[in-house]
């Protein structure tokens, strides 16, 4: 059984949300290998705002229909965006990374089911996800440079996946690597002819444990990712470990432990 969110958000963008609370969400515009405009982004962006507001949304899987996950940029938007003035360019820009933003910090497991092709700012997509899967005949490019532009607002994302060296190897020649690479980067954590089929112990993994303390454990990483091991880092860790101990879910878990049962978030 499926929950539709806004019919409106059909054009490009389909979701649905099963008994469970894992929502997907799947581009769909396969006419054009999924490649995102402006409007695919505004959707993309309300899509996910309305999940995060849903307390029965546990998780989000983020996919496409046809034969690849995403072209990159649209080449019509492109075009126009072409004829735009300097000011223009931002505020469009700034819609990218709005998306790319709410993405690596949604509060909720995030999770990319990756097929063919995924070139420019899908690469983006994918390292904003928490988990992500790919089939072996996925391939990847960074291939902004070939037309004179860079990934500016997917970059801290990308380097943060796959790291500085490789950054500047494929940010500099737009080459196209496979999946097999894309594991060995970091990008994607698996290969799998049939991702559903690996996502589904992944899904069960992450219904088994707290919401809240999945959502902390996010926010965690992003409070010491290149952050200096300084006083205030490590003062800021025994904050957060204190504040989730204390908190509604903290103690429940510590409870369900010591007495041997399932915690209240597990559903039967």
Partial sequence: ?????????ATYVATSIDQRGIATVTMDRREVHNAFDDVMIKQLITTFAQLKADDN????????????????ADLNWMRAMAD???????????ILAQLMADINFFPKPTIALVQG?????????????????????ASFCLSEVKIG??????????VAAIG??????????????????????????????????????????????????????????????FAAIDSSLISGTAERIAAIRVSDEGQEGLSAFLDKRRPSWIKE
């Fill in 117 to 137: 092709a995924a070139f420019g700012g899908a690469v983006g997509l994918i390292a904003c996800c928490d988990i992500a899967l790919a089939t072996p005949r």
């Fill in 1 to 9: 059984m499926t929950n539709s969110l806004t019919p409106n958000l």
């Fill in 164 to 225: 500085e060296r490789q950054s500047r190897r494929y940010f500099l020649t737009a080459e196209r690597f496979k999946a097999d690479a894309a594991l060995t980067f970091g990008l994607i954590h698996e290969i799998s002819d049939d991702l559903d089929a690996v996502a589904a112990p992944i899904i069960d993994a992450l219904l088994a444990n707290s919401p809240a303390a999945m959502s902390a454990a996010k926010e965690l990483i992003n409070f010491v990712s």
């Fill in 57 to 72: 949304v546990h998780a989000v899987i983020l996919r496409a229909n046809g034969k690849n996950f995403s072209a990159g």
């Fill in 84 to 94: 735009k003035d300097y000011q223009e360019n931002l505020d469009d820009a700034s």
């Fill in 149 to 158: 532009l860079i990934p500016a607002v997917i970059s801290p994302y990308v």
